[in-house]
């Protein structure tokens, strides 16, 4: 498979660091892996067999990411933004993936949002769309207002295929730092978590040193600082060893070098740190995702003093629980000075980590297997739409096209996704049933539909769509009450439809929820209907006179989140069912569609219209001849 990474890290580099390890882990798996990066190069990265593409690189000061920063000292501005986006999608179309994954987008990133949407835009416009995946870390910083939790679920459930959570769920839900509603539980893929390769053997004693390390980026230099000051006040004879890293400014690290002595090592972060974790006495670091990692692996006992500027709470979180596994000694940023940070490296050289948790890390192979999970099922969506032009090829060859029609419930008022559904229909061309509960219809939905064509019909949907089955029972309205009543109600619902819709009405009834108590089926002719319309096969063309006009394709998984229902499962059944001898009925349900809805819808409808191997037929044509065989009485 093709698969394209794109992240940018704005502060320290543990964004671009997951990626990188995802990204060889593919490669390693033999898959061709772009990294698309748009912050600044981190050159003790391994980054070997991946083609790495370098955005114009950004960065945030103080934890500001709302403002971005180019290496020029200049503010982000719409001409930097304009070449990121041409240069992510020049990339996307170069390397035509079958796999996009987006780090952190749609759950941060909002000041890149723009290049995201763009993506995201070309990921769907492209005909073989391939899948769209979100990569965030175990724990995400908490949702400052509520909308943002509201725009991220609605994004992942209307765009993305999946989210792939680098985290265990038994250690650290998503849900402990991040409201999970229902649309976007049914997305996520916990992987576990992301560590590069085994936990280092340690083959000598843990010496009485201390290692000191804050990430990639600049957010590290006040503990930095601290613990510059903080060995010197050490009484044992142990060697503090800090790793600054390479985002740090030349000067900011100089000044830092220049106050080494005997104990104290300055330098350059460098790709054997975790064996000099391995062996260390004590760890001080902040709590960002790839650290937190490092020392569980290395069982290293560690001071954890969270990045919490700009309100971040992400880095708190991790070491709030790292701590109460016992694993760490928690040191707020508000307490450090050289005097607290030394007492706290005094504590944590008297943990015992014999009944810390273990912390599983093979995140990089369990999200190298959802990857392709993914990319799997993408073939077999692809390979269901090939299955359906095959099926429609041999239906025109054999001179039987397949006979289709179209029926879309609850219509009632004139609204923005009534106005879209009616626009397909134009489009295409296509004749459409409107089902519409007769006491939830409107005069301005009479007006609304007065402007389209003669073949666009109403027909009746119930009778106010309410729910007569008791709890327990599947939703009903055309049972649960006195047979008389319905049935007075259902005479009473078609007279009112003709009053308000005139001759564009047809008597067929499509009963709320596909359901009608069979007990009042022998009685609709008499009250004035021709036609019934439920879901799935009929039994035969005929029913107590009436017209039976099923349907049989509805993409929505009503009790699975209400999104779409899973694309090859749909097509595949469509398939089957063309071989019915009835017409098909493909049932849409506009107020309820979301973006991928319709998106599939439209993809279906406009395959369909324009295919040899099916013809459409509206209402009068499906009502035309006279049922020659009836159900069998029930």
């Not at 269901?384 to 006979?403: I, K, M, S, T």
Request: proline content about 6%; hydrophobic content about 45%; aromatic content about 4%.
């Amino acid at each position: 498979m093709r698969i394209l990474i794109v992240v940018t890290h704005l502060l320290g580099i543990g964004h671009l660091a997951r990626a990188t390890l995802l990204g060889r882990g593919l490669a390693d798996a033999g898959h061709d892996v772009c990294l698309a990066a748009g912050g600044r190069p981190v050159p003790h990265l391994d980054m070997q067999g991946l083609d790495v593409v370098q955005l114009l690189p950004v960065h945030c000061r103080n934890a500001d990411f709302r403002m971005l920063w180019t290496d020029d000292g200049a503010v982000l501005d719409e001409t930097g933004m304009a070449a990121r986006r041409e240069a992510l999608l020049d990339t996307f179309h170069r390397t035509r993936p079958d796999v996009v994954v987006t780090e952190t987008y749609p759950f941060g990133r909002r000041s890149l949002r723009g290049e995201f949407e763009a993506l995201v835009e070309a990921v769907w416009a492209r005909p073989d769309r391939p899948v769209l995946l979100a990569s965030v870390r175990d724990i995400l910083n908490p949702p400052s207002r509520p909308e943002k939790v509201d725009q991220a679920e609605t994004i992942v459930a209307e765009r993305y295929d999946g989210v792939l959570v680098h985290g265990d769920p038994a250690a650290v839900p998503l849900e402990a730092s991040w409201p999970v509603g229902d649309r976007l539980r049914a997305r996520l893929i916990y992987t576990g978590y992301v560590a590069e390769g085994a936990p280092v053997e340690r083959t000598q004693p843990r010496t009485r040193d201390v290692v000191v390390s804050g990430g990639g980026g600049v957010a590290g230099l006040p503990l930095f600082e601290v613990a510059v000051a903080a060995s010197r006040l050490d009484a044992r004879d142990a060697i503090w060893r800090v790793l600054v890293g390479h985002g740090v400014p030349d000067a900011a690290f100089e000044a830092l070098a220049a106050g080494a002595h005997p104990r104290l090592v300055v330098e350059r972060a460098r790709r054997d740190f975790r064996e000099f974790l391995a062996r260390s006495a004590v760890s001080i670091s902040q709590s960002g995702y790839n650290t937190a990692l490092d020392i569980a692996a290395a069982r290293t006992p560690a001071v954890l003093v969270p990045f919490e500027d700009g309100g971040e709470r992400e880095q708190s979180l991790r070491a709030t629980r790292l701590a109460a596994s016992g694993l760490a000694v928690l040191l707020p940023a508000s307490e450090l000075s050289p005097t607290t940070l030394l007492k706290a490296v005094e504590e944590a050289r008297t943990l015992s980590l014999d009944t810390a948790p273990h912390i599983v890390t093979r995140g990089v192979e369990g999200s190298v297997a959802a990857i392709e999970d993914a990319g799997t099922r993408a073939r077999r969506n692809a390979a269901a739409w090939g299955a359906l032009d095959e099926r429609l090829d041999a239906l025109a060859r054999e001179g039987r096209p397949a006979r289709l029609w179209w029926r879309d419930d609850d219509a009632a008022e004139p609204c923005d996704a009534l106005d879209r559904l009616l626009e397909v229909r134009a489009r295409l061309n296509l004749p459409l049933a409107l089902a519409v509960s007769p006491r939830l219809a409107s005069d301005r939905l009479a007006t609304r539909l007065s402007r389209e064509p003669d073949h666009l019909a109403v027909i009746v949907h119930g009778i106010r769509h309410a729910n007569n089955a008791p709890p327990g029972r599947k939703s009903c309205e055309l049972g649960y009450r006195p047979a008389g009543e319905i049935l007075e109600g259902l005479r009473e619902g078609l007279g009112s439809l003709r009053a308000l819709f005139g001759p564009r009405v047809r008597p067929i009834l499509a009963p709320p929820w596909n359901r009608i108590d069979d007990e009042l089926v022998p009685h609709l002719r008499a009250s004035g209907y021709r036609g019934l319309s439920t879901f799935g096969p009929r039994k035969a063309a005929g029913r107590n006179g009436l017209a039976v006009v099923n349907t049989h394709c509805d993409p929505i998984a009503w009790r699975h989140g209400r999104g779409l229902a899973d694309e090859a499962d749909i097509l595949e059944k469509l398939v089957r069912d063309l071989d019915r001898d009835e017409p098909i009925g493909i049932l849409t349900h506009h107020l309820a569609h979301d973006r991928r809805i319709w998106h599939f819808v439209e993809r279906l409808l406009q395959r369909l219209a324009v295919h040899p191997g099916a013809v459409w037929m509206d209402t009068d044509a499906l009502m035309a001849t006279t049922p020659d065989n009836e159900e069998a009485a029930v």
